[in-house]
């Protein structure tokens, strides 16, 4: 008959005494009269406490040191988790996005008056040519450990209508139409709670200047130019002038508080 002891030594403990670190205790075990494996990780299963001094059995782990004599440790740690212990990550590395129209313009001509195209970048013939630049991105995520409860099919539903959408109210700080959502990746811990990181990507709202008229662009706002030809007197030709600028709304607004972080 197969036969299960706790070791002397066995209750090893750790106590979090700070902010950082977490509960466990390790209770250790042998196991005689057996040389078969699936026999000890089936007595292991039946025999172990699924709580010790208030921790929950995580795993537990076993190996044969002799004939029909195995040791075996079972790992008991804190299941809980709770909002205070999100972990943050942010990525200032920037985005890139297309411009046709330049802050400021040097011009050198060779022959003549170089035609003024009003801050245009790149015109070659009818097109506007433009150039990519990198521009202020703040990638941000967090992850959260939300209890089985809370993560039903309602939220999860929530979680994926408003992914793809911007702030319609200040939230993490910043002002509305500056975040924007772009989805959670969860997993179901041993625990029965979820850990669920939270992805987001900022981008400020500014005031875009093209050709003396002042324009306010939301940060997930697309701006565009359209470009005329109009008569430069000094260079005596045609060219490329800003005849309108539109920005478009590309992204749903959305309460993103709806997330519950």
């Known amino acids: 008959m197969v036969k299960m002891y706790e070791l002397h030594g ?19 075990y042998v196991i005689r009269d057996t040389n078969n494996d699936q026999t000890v990780e089936t007595t292991l299963a039946a025999s172990l406490p699924a709580t010790y001094d208030g921790l929950e059995l ?16 079972a790992h008991y740690v804190d299941p809980t988790c709770s909002w205070d212990d999100t972990v943050i990550n942010f990525d200032t ?12 313009t040097a011009s050198f001509p060779v022959e003549g008056a170089a035609e003024d195209f009003k801050g245009a970048i790149g015109v070659a013939g009818d097109a506007v040519e433009g150039v990519d630049i990198t521009i202020p991105a703040f990638k941000y995520s967090e992850t959260h450990c939300i209890d089985d409860a809370n993560v039903d ?30 989805g959670a990746q969860g997993s179901k811990r041993g625990f029965g709670d979820w850990e669920i990181t939270y992805n987001f ?51 749903v607004e959305d309460d993103l508080s709806a997330l519950g972080i």
Request: aromatic content about 12%; glycine content about 8%.
């Open 93 to 104: 590395t920037g985005g890139t996005t297309h411009v046709t129209q330049s802050l400021a």
């Open 58 to 73: 995580f795993d537990f782990e076993y190996e044969q040191v002799g004939f029909e004599l195995w040791y075996c440790i």
């Open 153 to 182: 099919t309602a939220y999860i539903n929530t979680l994926y209508t408003l992914t793809g959408r911007v702030n319609d109210a200040i939230f993490k700080g910043f002002a509305a139409g500056e975040v924007l959502f772009l």
């Open 201 to 251: 990507i900022m981008e400020p709202n500014v005031n875009v200047t093209v050709d003396g008229i002042v324009c306010a662009k939301k940060g997930h706002e697309y701006l565009w130019v359209l470009y005329r030809d109009k008569e430069d007197a000094a260079a005596k030709a045609l060219v490329k002038r800003p005849k309108a600028v539109y920005i478009e709304q590309v992204y």
């Open 10 to 28: 066995s209750r090893k403990s750790t106590r979090r005494i700070s902010e950082e670190g977490a509960n466990n205790t390790d209770l250790m």
